[in-house]
């Protein structure tokens, strides 16, 4: 696949603050002019201002000149305004609103995580110490940013944007409602749902495992309980651990583990699901609010003030 990864993503919020407080303390670290860094994959998040929460600008890497070449003509074909440079392809969905630009990146390098090694029925793998996942004293940190979940005034036209314009895949769908589209080899990067409005759902980070993903979540929630928005349970389609949070401006944030890989499409068959069994598996049911942001209605209105 010649995109291979999330680059960056910028989020636009209207108290940039306490958000940007907010995702140092989830496990981003800090950086220069508004940006935070994930372990493995660099600068992955910048905040700036903006009057209401959105997503401003989705970075997508590319291996080199010819696949930008691709990416425009795709783009242009489907008679979407394309901006070329050396280095990168800039375009605009209108369905969500969002400037992606593809861009020539490096690739992921990252080092595995130890295997847990644990005991269940008629396998012993640890004997005479403690499990190490309840040993672990570190904060946790994200490794990557792994996906992104946007609502789309015309869901049709940005999956094919996603698709046909930039060269994404569709690894699962909900008829009329949403797809699951990848980049990479993860089962998805981008998912792209239909909305009244146009808005940035969640951003979702990798961590190790789902000893992380509980251990993450308890700590911003041992801070603040009313970050709490659902988890911990564990995902259908796409298989993963999750559990999700709310940041000062209204965002949901995700810690996850242990998604799907699709790593030969020959071998990958496209679900297509109905209604809320795709949703999870196991754990809590979704709140509401997580179906339909509280905020919803005033981002629609355009009253959307930050908590």
Known sequence: MALHRLTQIVMGVPNVEPTAAYYAEFGLSPGRDGTFATVDGGEQLRIVQAPHRKLVRLGVGADDPDDLDRVAASLASLGVPVERTAGRV?????????????????????????????????????????????????????????????????????????????????????????????CSTDHHNVLVQQAPVAYLHHTSWQVDDVDDVGRGASAMLAADPARHVWGLGRHHVGSNFFWYLRDPAGNFSEYYSDLDCIVDDALWKPGVWEGARGLYSWGPPPPPSFLAPEDLAALMTGSHSSR
């Open 90 to 182: 800039r375009a605009v969905d209108p369905g969500t609103e969002v400037t992606v630009e593809v861009e020539i990146a490096g690739r992921y390098q990252q080092e595995p995580t130890p295997a847990p090694g644990y005991n269940g029925p008629g396998v012993t793998a640890r004997t005479g110490e403690r499990a190490p996942g309840i040993l672990r004293d570190r904060p946790v940190r994200p490794r990557k940013l792994g996906h992104v979940v946007l609502g789309s005034t015309d869901q049709e036209h940005s999956q094919e944007f996603f698709q046909r314009g930039l060269g994404f895949k569709v690894s699962d769908t909900v008829p009329g409602l949403a797809a699951f589209m990848r």
